[in-house]
């Protein structure tokens, strides 16, 4: 995507109720966020657009802090855009923000860092106001030991036990699952039974924070040792690893532009 002479690269921020969505990216047939803006875009521009995301949410995954670019005729206001569009693709859509952007800015291939948060229910009871944002969790959880599980994915690995396989390239190559995760903890959050992890890496393949999330919840069971995620991380096998969690608990929260790109140009 190279902006031309007559349009300028923008960028928005946007937050969605993945619940409502067969997942962001666009794809025939089925409601995508994706699909929802350009086709709003195009009836407001008389266009066709392109837009470019920061990271591809999965059906039932939210997002707080997307972000999206796409090249837009200069005579266009992004700030304005971002108001009309959330009149149009509201209440499931919100545009937060719109902005011109340098020529070269990539919303995905410039991310710097990708920022999820995942929210656990950790009650015997379930909680009906939050059976869209968090996963229900009737079981006591040691979040102890849960962070201690997690401080074994803190740096640069290979990621495969955690990540679902991805189809080869069109030459045949295996596209990498080493990725580098900066940050990734447990806390309690706003009212007591809320719990919520936050991860930050460079670059997250398909599943993979689910796939921890659902490990370190075994792990907080007690199904699982906090050590064995050294071992799992070796296998580098699927199986080796525990559950996968649900997507309905997990928001796509921040995308970073700081400092030095890390990884290959994937999720």
Not at 4 to 28: I, K, P, Q
Not at 114 to 134: D, F, G
Request: some cysteine.
């Amino acid at each position: 995507m190279t902006a031309g002479s007559d349009h300028r690269r923008a960028r928005f921020v946007v937050s969605y109720r993945g619940n409502a969505f067969h997942g962001a990216a666009e794809s025939d047939g089925v409601r995508t966020v994706v699909g929802e803006l350009r086709a709003a875009c195009e009836q407001i521009l008389s266009e066709p657009i392109s837009l470019t995301l920061a990271g591809r949410t999965d059906a039932g995954v939210h997002a707080i802090g997307q972000v999206i670019s796409c090249d837009l005729p200069m005579s266009a206001d992004p700030a304005d855009l971002a108001h009309r569009l959330t009149r149009m693709c509201g209440p499931d859509i919100a545009v937060r923000s719109g902005e011109w952007a340098a020529d070269d800015f990539d919303a995905r291939f410039s991310a710097t860092s990708r920022h999820y948060r995942y929210h656990v229910w950790n009650s015997a009871t379930p909680n009906p106001l939050l059976t869209e944002l968090a996963w229900h969790v009737p079981h006591a959880l040691d979040i102890d030991a849960m962070n201690r599980g997690a401080s074994y994915l803190l740096g640069e690995h290979d990621f495969a036990s955690f990540c679902r396989l991805a189809d080869p390239t069109a030459d045949g190559t295996i596209p990498s699952t080493v990725r580098v995760v900066f940050s990734a903890k447990w806390s309690e959050g706003l009212i007591a039974s809320l719990l919520q992890f936050d991860i930050t890496g460079s670059a997250f393949c398909h599943q993979m924070v689910r796939s921890i999330v659902g490990t370190l919840v075994d792990v907080g069971r007690g199904k699982i040792s906090s050590t064995a995620l050294e071992e799992i991380l070796a296998a580098r096998q699927r199986q080796a690893a525990g559950q996968v969690a649900p997507p309905t608990g997990l928001v796509l929260w921040s995308v970073g532009y700081d400092g030095e790109r890390i990884g290959p140009k994937t999720r």
